[in-house]
């Protein structure tokens, strides 16, 4: 039997899976989809992702297992994130990493030998990495990482970390994680520059989070406000996402002719609502479904805004690829990698600078923007996510590497 002819069995390795909404949900079920994939087996945790609680359906009894085509899922008893408090979070952390150590530990004894390859989704929690490792060394197979975030400058934008102590240790374990991986998927151009220089000899690639088309609710309804030039922000409301000075230096336009949908949830939320309580502001909470396409579609241009700390600044938000995907210009308040993209693609107007004398002349320069002049952004953004986001382009990308 030729090598292209023998099927691959992946191991997929990810804290968060379906119906959590992240972009590993599309990689895994279209791999499946690909004609060289025998079996995808998913190892998660019980879904809790800003649910505050298991989602519906799901409890301390399980469902632990899950048959779909070609789609095997394990997932794994946890403590959910009852809060966005430390505890709370610390609390998920240890009991994912004891709940994935045993198991990879009985799993190995049992599966030795009927697998290929696993690659781990590596945002949050850091270990998750080195989980991935240790289960491949038990395994005898090969290991590759997904770089979502990286610490300890994730933890510091979040949480505003500054012990320069636990700092350097997190960030003594984040380049051991990267040095012993077999192979690095990097989901920006930006961080794999940096991981080569750094690893020159090592197996590294950008692979963009994908995207696919019919995640996007379609309709003919019109939601636009021709009166209105309408800014939304779509995510997480945290540390990280520096909204509080987007937020300033639009309360301070004070014009009838701008409104701000924010549509998200997060640690500051709450306190951002209570502070920012003009009428053209409008806080939506957590969207999805119609609700949030209806935002989407009445949108003139999306806010991307991230306090980006160090390394932190060579990571691309996953909304990115939302946006491109919907023709809308980006309003980007961000330096690094996110920043560079959008420059380089013409797909919105952007400042690296933060502070709210340059985000109100940004605010400005949107405002004075023509309808075609923001059609060609919108059409730039839209043609790099047809070139380099598809799903199918980048299943083909992974196969080949590995």
């Given at each position: 039997?030729?090598?292209e ?30 004609s060289?994939i ?15 609680s ?36 610390l609390?998920f952390?240890?009991s ?30 850091i ?16 290991s ?13 934008t ?68 021709d ?5 939304s ?5 945290g ?47 957590w ?26 600044s ?12 919907l023709k ?8 690094g990698?996110v ?19 340059n ?21 730039n ?22």
């Amino acid at each position: 039997m030729e090598k292209e002819d023998i099927k691959k069995n992946i191991i997929i390795f990810t804290p968060y899976y379906d119906p959590e909404p992240f972009p590993i949900n599309t990689f895994v079920q279209d791999l499946s989809k690909n004609s060289i994939i025998n079996n995808v087996k998913v190892i998660t945790a019980l879904p809790n992702y800003r649910k505050y609680s298991f989602y519906d359906g799901y409890s301390f009894f399980g469902p632990f297992t899950k048959n779909e085509k070609n789609i095997s899922i394990t997932r794994l008893l946890i403590i959910p994130r009852y809060s966005n408090s430390s505890i709370s979070i610390l609390l998920f952390y240890i009991s994912f990493f004891l709940s994935s150590f045993f198991f990879f530990i009985y799993f190995a004894l049992r599966n030795r030998n009927k697998y290929d390859h696993i690659l781990t989704f590596c945002g949050s929690p850091i270990y998750v990495g080195f989980i991935g490792i240790f289960a491949s060394k038990l395994m005898n197979i090969k290991s590759s990482q997904w770089i979502q975030d990286i610490w300890p400058e994730a933890i510091q934008t979040t949480k505003g970390l500054k012990n320069k102590y636990i700092i350097n240790i997190i960030n003594f374990f984040q380049i051991k994680m990267w040095k012993y991986s077999d192979i690095i998927f990097s989901e920006s151009y930006s961080l794999t520059k940096y991981l080569k220089s750094n690893f020159p000899d090592k197996k590294i690639k950008t692979l963009y989070n994908p995207v696919r088309e019919k995640e996007i609710y379609n309709s003919n309804e019109n939601f636009h406000k021709d009166d209105k030039l309408i800014f939304s922000y779509t995510g997480n409301i945290g540390g990280a996402q520096n909204l509080e000075k987007i937020l300033e230096a639009f309360s301070d336009l004070n014009s009838s002719k701008f409104e701000l949908h924010m549509c998200g949830d997060g640690p500051l939320l709450n306190d951002l609502k209570k502070k920012f309580i003009q009428k053209n502001i409008f806080w939506h909470g957590w969207l999805t479904g119609r609700e949030l396409d209806k935002v989407y579609k009445q949108s003139d241009f999306f806010i991307l805004s991230l306090n980006s700390e160090g390394r932190q600044s060579l990571i691309l938000p996953s909304k990115l690829q939302t946006y491109f995907q919907l023709k809308k210009p980006i309003f980007c308040v961000a330096s690094g990698a996110v920043k560079e993209l959008i420059d380089y693609t013409k797909s919105g107007i952007t400042t690296e600078y933060d502070d709210k004398k340059n985000i109100i002349e940004l605010f400005s320069k949107a405002m004075k923007l023509t309808n075609s002049e923001r059609t060609e952004m919108a059409d730039n953004g839209f043609k790099f996510y047809e070139k380099n986001f598809k799903s199918e382009s980048i299943i083909k990308e992974f196969i080949n590497f590995i």
